[in-house]
């Protein structure tokens, strides 16, 4: 788009080269921080809607016209909050986990291919380099755990760790089955391979399969109900951020938004095509592209959020008993006959 | 295993956690200090008192009248049939004839609260175990209850409608209207909580096969109500004892024999089917009459000892009353239902994980002010 | 499932009851006046030979233990066990009484039935009586260092005791 | 076989169970049983036998129907009724009589259960519907029920 070469331009006419590439990187990442702290402030103003919706409530529909600043104010009330902390809690620890789990989150965000420009960083190992991040922001889950000295938080963290580490196989595996009709890792490479109809459609029936089973455990990933063993609030209270409050908390709660976003985006861009409108139809106009993006990653998101206010909570062994006894052997069956497919060249063009 | 052992042989991993007197999972405050091994269970040690008033200790000083009006305060959830139980102590002692509109009357208000608690019970449990929406589906259906205890009785919770000797005021002129109203809107809702929930495939993972009583143990820990007959003990008061006009209804005992949580969950969904069928048959033929028998203010119990038990919606409970002929009785003691099925949640909960004993813990429906009385 | 469908019908009557028990332990108060049930006052020594041959012979097959309650009868302490037989739906009431206000000591029955274990805690509490060999006898209800025991009569306590 | 059964049987139990939230957010917009509690004040109107509050009712010209006969103190079981009587001299019969002077009602001890409505001979006091009785502090809770300078409703006989 011509706005970032404008900007581009001006800085390193202004600057020597280096300092004007980090002052450029400096300011997308500062526009990226900007747009999706408030992304998650209204992703949590839905999460808050759709769940009253299904449980014959209204919502939140006080602050602001129908409830639109609720979160913005919860914004301001948890930053003026104290924070509070355990005095034997391990002080360095405690105070670096919020940001582990923070920054993850926010990284993750800067490779989508919202459209064919707006992308920040377009980097060749593209899938490889979200999954790689996935896995860090877990770390900091365990540290908040460890640290804060308190039983419940230590349960949390644990079965946390557990959880991740054995969803990050299913989300890896039904990932890569969908790369083999790509062939790259690249999102914008990926994204023009689906010019010519989405991966979905493409790899049709072990697609789909790869579908559900990546979002059964993207809900894991995120630890999000069916699989929100890491705060049950019937059995930790609240899990491994109990001992926190104000900004840090915030932190936490926001991650998790985040998380879920990235997620959705993920399955947006791999399976139903990033920007690209369905069949085509309003390629023309450049800027829609964002509305397609989002428009999808919202569906999906709502699905994750139909996921939580219907489904009980799976217990510790049947959640792993779940990952390694049926998902795994489905990835790898699926796996393989994607593969097949691809070989003998049944996957469907546009 | 207190902490000194831990410390010298440090290699066993056991700890002991608190969960209560504040936690979502107790529904009231009882604390149970847990003996856990990383997410095994070793040994579960209620302790009890937090919400003890001694209402035994009130009761010696207070009139029957009175006392009626405490046990609203003792099992909220079945406060009608706690009213009703020392109701029929006194009237039984002081041989009373009561007329038959208050005896139909009472078992109505009875059923209605059976299945008030059991709506609330239930979208609890779903809470408990992660399911969040089946509390508003719950509290739904509990609402149209309140609102038809809130027309004829004047309360929602704690009604005291019952006196000894009868009612204190004849049911509310559209009373039959709106409960009819109820049992249409309530069986179409029913079934949807099996479709929730009881259907669900997480959801039995969660609860077969965990928490399993025996039928002899449920006889031995005294368990009651839905607790003791999930384990294919017989023990409903409505059927071995019959009181009101529970001996006019027809209504079978729901009996399962698996003893499990499973189990336990879905004896409370039937009986609430038969709660519907028992007020079905009632709510045309509440017969005329006044509604409250001649008793003088002052109620004099004659010398002697006095049993009854009703059923609430936890189990049995036993009013146990020693008078010496004065206004107030010289004992009174309640036998909760809630104190023993929390007795045998140690025997039941050992060797399971955490959200085992949740989910134990949620079928059997503990009310704590109701235990520690 | 052997659902027995006789709801109500009582094989033993009380006297039946009476002359089967007394068979055992000669001295033995039966009373059944003042109260729906047939009493039994037992001494304490031998409580619990009575409690188990009540709870194993299979006539009398006493497997419910549905109330027990500490009782301070002026002057002696007591408990009453209110018993039940799930097969045959008769009841008892067996009354035990001890003169000794400072440490009254009955056996425990908890061996027998285990919601005596729970019950006899609450008992210890409220009435001071000490149940031998009993697992862990301790206050159930109130904290450890709460002296003197409520329930009994002579039991003063001005401030949240209201005598009107 | 078993393995291929059981997750089938698994997902179509999850998927019935969304159907049921399903079918509520789908109309969501009737189903919301929420009230609005501040809002509809005007138009929220409780039953008539709603134990809000024991008030003692006066007619127009000031007289009440309480005799001071304390039935109702005797009745309650936490003592949150407190009558203070005296002794005058009744114009017409010249006697000394029994006058209530104050019926000190207690909001904050009473549990609602009205043993002192039916204990009182003389209907003399009744329930009140409103359900905001939350105050500031604590001795608005405590209510004399007779207006000051009312008198006893002549034939109104203990």
Known sequence: MKITEIIHDWLFSLMPETTASIVEMALIAVIYLAIFAVAGLYLVLLERRVAAWFQLRLGPNRVGYQGLLQTMADALKLVSKELTGTIKADKFLYN?????????????????????????????????????????????????????????????AMRSGVQTISYELSVGLSLLTMVLITGSLQLSEIVEVQKHGWLIVQGHIPAMIAFCIYMIAGTAETNRAPFDLVEAESELGAGFHTEYSGMKFAYFFLAEFINMFIIASIATTIFFGAYLSPFGITESIPLLGV??????????????????????????????VLEWKYLLPLNLMNLILMALMVLLGLTIQF | MDTTTIKNNFKSEEYQINMGPQHPATHGVLRLLLTIDGEIIKRVEPDLGYIHRSIEKMCERDSYQQIVHLTDRMDYLSSHINNEAV????????????????KVIRTILDELTRIASHTLWWGVMGM?????????????????????FEETCGARLTMNYNIPGGLMFDIHPNFVKRTKEFIAHFKTKLPEYDLLLTGNVIFQKRMKGIGILSKEDAISFGASGPVGRASGYSCDVRKHHPYSAFDKVNFNEVLKTEGDTFARYQVRILEMWESLSIIEQLIDNIPEGDFFAKTNTVIKLPEGEYYERVETARGELGVYIISTGTKNPYRMKFRSP???????????????????????????????????? | MGLMKDYNTKIMTNEALQSLISSWIPELEFTEEKSQFLNITVQPEQLHQLMTQLKSNSETNFNYLFCLSGVDWGTALGVVYHLESTTHRHQLVVKVKTEDRDNPTFDTVCDIWYTAEFHEREVFDFFGIIFTNHPNLQRLFLTEDWDGFPLRKDYVDEINMIIK | MSYFSDIYNGVKSLLTGMSVTGKYFLHSRKGAITQQYPDNRATLKMFERFRGEVVMPHDENNEHRCTGCQKCEL???????????????????????????????HLGMCTMCSLCIEACPTDAIKWAQNFENSVYDRTYLTRVLNKPGSKLMPGVED
Request: proline fraction near 4%; glycine fraction near 6%.
């Open chain 4, 75 to 105: 009745a309650c079981p936490n003592g949150s009724i407190e009558i203070i009587w005296d002794r005058q001299i009744d114009p017409e019969t010249g006697k000394k009589k029994k006058m209530i002077d104050k019926h000190i009602y």
């Open chain 2, 87 to 102: 109701c029929l102590t006194v009237e039984n002692a002081l041989q009373l004839e009561i007329p038959e509109r208050v």
């Open chain 2, 338 to 373: 809630g104190f023993s099925n929390l007795s045998l949640l140690n025997h039941i909960a050992v060797g399971g994980k955490i959200g085992d004993l949740v989910a134990t813990m949620a079928t059997l429906d503990l009310v704590i002010p109701d235990i520690d009385r």
């Open chain 1, 96 to 156: 670096l986990a919020p940001y582990f789990v923070i920054v993850c989150a926010l990284m993750a965000i800067s490779i989508f291919p919202f459209t064919q420009e707006f992308q920040a960083f377009d980097i060749n190992i593209g899938i490889f380099f979200l999954i790689a991040i996935s896995s860090i922001g877990v770390i900091g889950i365990l540290l908040a755990g460890w640290s804060s000295n308190n039983k419940f938080a230590l349960i949390g």
């Open chain 2, 128 to 148: 408990d175990v992660g399911a969040l929406t089946t509390y508003f589906y719950g509290f739904r259906d509990r609402e149209l209850i309140n609102d038809i």
């Open chain 1, 291 to 320: 509305f397609w993006f989002l428009a999808k990653t919202l569906v999906l998101i709502f699905l994750m959020m139909w996921f939580r206010w219907t489904f009980p909570r799976l217990r510790i062994d049947q959640l792993l």
